[in-house]
Structure formats: C-alpha cells, structure tokens
C-alpha cells in the first residue's frame, strides 16, 4: 500500500534532516556549567563540513522529489505542469527554512550561554509565530497553482504530502529542542 510507503519513506527522509541538524541541536540539549570549548576551524574543514552537509541536503531533497513522485500518479500533462510549480515552491519552503533554521540557532546560542532573556524569548516567539504565518500564506499560494494546474484531488493529495513531512520533521524537531528554562 502506498500510503505505508509514504509513512516508511517520509520517516527515512525525517531522520536524515534530523541526523543533519542533530550536532546543533544536541549542542543545544547540554546543560554544562562549562561554557562550550572554542576551537578554530580551518577553511579546509569548514568547506569539508559544508560540503557534507550539501550532499546530505541535496539527497534529502532528491528522496523528497521521489516520495512525491510515487505517490501523486500524475499523467505525462500534470507532471509538465506540476514539476516546475513544485520546484519553486520547495525554494520558497528554502527560505522559510532558512529562517527556521536562524532561529532555532538563535535559541541554542541563548540557551547554551544560559542568557535567554525575556525580551530575547519575546522575540523568537514572535518570529516561530512569524515563520509559521509566512508558511500558512506560502501554502495557500500554491494552493491556488496547483488547483490550477492539476485536478483537485490531486492537488489536494500533494498538500496532504507535504503536510504530513512537514508535520514529521516539525515533530522531530520539537522532540529535540529543549523547553525554554
């Protein structure tokens, strides 16, 4: 059953992303009275990190492009129209990702210096709260592309899709971050 394929695949694609943010976001579960030790990497590891990262990342996104593949039965039409309309909203999810991303580093950093202030944490709340209405506006946007592109049910199955790997790495990442002290 296809539906169990998608839940298999979006667990594996969930755990990659989460295997890629887990050094930061353990970083920021320590709870050590010793500040983290600096240490100074040379431009050659740093790129080698880089690197790395982008490869996980572009194999992430490459199993993401095949979920949805196997599971949206598309004929040769709907895929000439669903494709581009797809790529350009997964650069538009990039952005928002982006900022997720500032913002959940923004909170390690605090959190691992043990300086979260009031005004600070007002101030990420503000931004998740942020990230997830640009998201919500961004979804309904495509929405209304691909419902013109694509029969409903089809369209409808894409969002169902995105929704539910979103909702996994959303969960994943909740899991991994600490509670606000």
Known sequence: MRMGN?????????????????????HAQQRSTTPPATTTASP?????KNSDLQIVLDKVKADKKLLVASNMDLTEAEKTAFWPIYDAYQKD??????????????YADAYNAKTLTNDQAKK????????DAEEAK???TYATKL???????KAARYLQIENKI?????YDMASAIPLVP
């Open 124 to 131: 990420l709340t503000d931004e998740a709260i942020a990230i």
């Open 147 to 153: 419902n013109a592109a694509l029969p409903a049910t």
């Open 138 to 140: 961004l979804r309904s």
């Open 93 to 106: 999810l990039g952005v928002i990702n982006d900022r997720l991303v500032k913002a959940i580093r923004a």
């Open 166 to 170: 979103r909702a996994a790495l959303r």
């Open 6 to 26: 998608l839940g298999l695949r979006a667990a594996t694609g969930t755990m990659v992303c989460v295997f890629a943010l887990a050094p930061m976001l353990a």
């Open 44 to 48: 050659a590891t740093s790129a080698a």
